[in-house]
């Protein structure tokens, strides 16, 4: 089975500030895929990024970055220089067994103060 | 592009009444549909996926239940609704063979609130 931590349930930060947050994947599986969404006030849940278990090449996307490390089953996810409009509810996500079904972990609200 | 769309947005109803959520998908063929709950700020919990027309798999045995009647309509019902069903409803679609691990996008979102 696999399951999806995310230990931070609230963050909050100032406007500009740099946020990392934080994820950990457990499977027995040897392939796997992580993902990470945003969901605003709105409650539509925003896709970011997929990344395949095979790949650890960190990936930048202009402020957000995500650093994956297999050794310890990390997909952490960095904001760099936080803006309001960041301060939403990010859901990092993980499959790898049959039927495309994705493992939610349980979400970290970030909050981002002017 | 693809789009996806549900309804209604929001729905208030009483316990013991029927529910029916649907949810429709454009400008894709064939693909996997998902249905979520969400419990006020809870995570997301898989109710019941679909790889096909009339093919529907149960991740939560409760008392909802789920259909595919074409390709790309999945709708959520119930006959009796309780209390532990008010949440947000969350429709999801993904592309490619199984297997293939696409990423899931998402629809708006119903929210449901029995009294």
């Known amino acids: 089975a696999q399951k999806v931590t995310q230990a931070q349930t609230e963050i909050s930060v100032v406007e500009k500030e740099d946020v990392t947050l934080d994820c950990v994947y457990e499977?027995?599986?040897?392939?796997?895929?992580l993902f990470w969404y945003k969901q605003p006030p709105s409650g539509e849940l925003v896709f970011l990024i997929r990344?395949?278990?095979?790949?650890?090449q960190n990936e930048i996307s202009g402020r957000y970055s995500w650093n994956f490390q297999k050794s310890t089953s990390s997909f952490n996810f960095t904001i760099t220089a936080s803006q309001v409009v960041d301060s939403a509810v990010y859901f990092c996500a993980g499959g790898g067994n049959a039927g495309n079904m994705l493992t939610f972990g349980g979400g970290t609200r970030l909050m981002v103060k002017p | 592009s693809q789009t996806i769309h549900q309804w209604p947005a929001t729905l208030v109803q009483p316990v013991g009444s029927p529910l029916s959520l649907e949810c429709t998908v454009e400008?894709?063929?064939?693909?996997?549909l998902y249905w979520y709950r969400q419990a006020a700020g809870r995570g997301l919990q898989l109710l019941f996926y679909s790889v096909g027309i009339g093919q529907i798999s149960s991740e939560v045995p409760q008392n909802l239940s789920a259909s595919r009647p074409q390709d790309r309509q999945f709708i959520l019902s119930s006959k009796k609704l309780l209390l532990s069903d008010s949440g947000f409803y969350l429709c999801?679609?993904?592309?490619?063979?199984?297997?293939?691990?696409?990423?899931?996008?998402f629809g708006p979102g119903t929210r449901l609130t029995v009294l």
């Open positions: 999801a679609w993904s592309g490619g063979a199984a297997n293939s691990y696409n990423e899931q996008f």
């Open positions: 499977t027995r599986d040897t392939t796997y895929y």
């Open positions: 400008g894709t063929s064939n693909p996997n």
């Open positions: 990344r395949n278990s095979f790949d650890e």
